[in-house]
C-alpha cells in the first residue's frame, strides 16, 4: 500500500473559474499545416492554476491492484497538492509536491515521508520535472521554441530532449496536444503514457483519460480526471499535526 501511495508523491468553484465536468470532449476537425514548438508549449497547463476535483485512480503492480480517489491542486512553479481516498471517502495520504522534494503524510499509520527528487527518480523512474506530461503539457528545452513541425493527416512526431531525458510525443494537430508519449533515459527503463478524451477548459486541454506504463518499474496506473477548474483563487495548504513520526527517504 506504502507503494501505491508514494507514487503521488504523483476542488473549488469560486467566480472568475472555468469548470468542466467530464463528458464535453473536444470535437475533431481537419487540420492541415506546420507547428511550432512554441504552438505546443503555449498550450502547456502547468503555466497556470488549476485543480483537478475528481481523479479515479487504478494503480497495477505485479502483486496488487487497488482503485482510488483523488483530488489534485496545481500552482504554476511546480508546486501540487493531492488527497488520496479509498473508495469509500476516507483520507489515506495528503501530498505536497516541490521542484525538487516529496512530502507524504500517510494518515493512517501517522507517518510524514519526506523524499528528494533522485528517490522519485529511482522508484518511479521518471523526474519530478516531468509530472506535467501527465496533464498533457509538452516539454522541450527552451531554445528550440521556433521548431517547426509538419502535420501529416492530422498527426506529427515531435522527438526531443528535455535535460537529460529523451522525450518522443505523438501529437494530434488539432488541439496541439500529445496522445502517446515516450520517455527515454536511454536504458532499458523506457516509460510511455497515453493520454485521451481531451477536454477544453477555458483556453486550455486537459486529457481526461492517463494510462501511464512503468513495466520496469514494476507498475502501470490509469488516471481518470473529472471537475477541472482553472485559475481558482485558493491557496495550497498542506496540513499536517504536530506529533507525527517523520522518515527522509534520499
Not at 506504502?2 to 475533431?28: D, H, M, P, Q, T
Not at 503492480?61 to 504554476?76: D, H
Not at 521542484?99 to 503524510?105: G, I, L, T
Request: hydrophobic share 40%; net charge negative.
Amino acid at each position: 500500500m506504502r507503494r501505491v501511495i508514494l507514487f503521488f508523491c504523483l476542488a473549488y468553484i469560486v467566480v472568475g473559474c472555468s469548470v468542466l465536468k467530464k463528458g464535453s470532449k473536444v470535437e475533431g476537425f481537419a487540420y492541415i499545416g506546420d507547428i511550432t514548438a512554441g504552438n505546443l508549449t503555449n498550450g502547456n497547463v502547468s503555466l497556470i492554476d488549476f485543480d483537478i476535483q475528481k481523479i479515479g485512480v487504478e494503480v497495477v503492480t505485479s502483486t496488487e491492484s487497488r482503485s482510488l480517489l483523488a483530488n489534485l491542486k496545481y500552482r504554476s512553479g511546480g508546486q501540487y497538492l493531492i488527497s488520496l481516498r479509498s473508495k469509500l471517502g476516507v483520507e489515506i495520504a495528503r501530498i505536497r509536491i516541490d521542484e525538487d522534494s516529496v512530502f507524504v503524510y500517510d494518515r493512517i499509520n501517522k507517518v510524514l515521508y519526506e523524499e528528494s527528487n533522485d528517490f522519485f527518480l529511482r522508484k518511479f523512474g521518471f523526474d519530478i520535472s516531468l509530472l506535467p506530461i501527465v496533464f498533457g503539457d509538452i516539454l522541450i528545452d527552451g531554445g528550440l521554441v521556433g521548431e517547426t513541425f509538419s502535420c501529416s493527416q492530422g498527426r506529427s512526431t515531435v522527438m526531443r530532449r528535455f535535460g537529460d531525458i529523451g522525450i518522443e510525443y505523438s501529437i494530434d494537430c488539432r488541439i496541439r496536444r500529445p496522445t502517446d508519449v515516450l520517455i527515454n533515459d536511454f536504458s532499458a527503463s523506457a516509460l510511455s503514457v497515453g493520454l485521451s478524451d481531451y477536454l477544453g477548459v477555458g483556453d486550455y486541454y486537459f486529457p481526461a483519460d492517463v494510462y501511464v506504463n512503468a513495466s520496469h518499474y514494476g507498475y502501470k496506473v490509469f488516471l481518470d480526471y473529472a471537475n477541472i477548474v482553472v485559475n481558482p483563487a485558493t491557496d495550497l495548504i498542506f496540513k499536517i499535526p504536530d506529533e507525527v513520526d517523520r522518515q527522509i527517504l534520499y
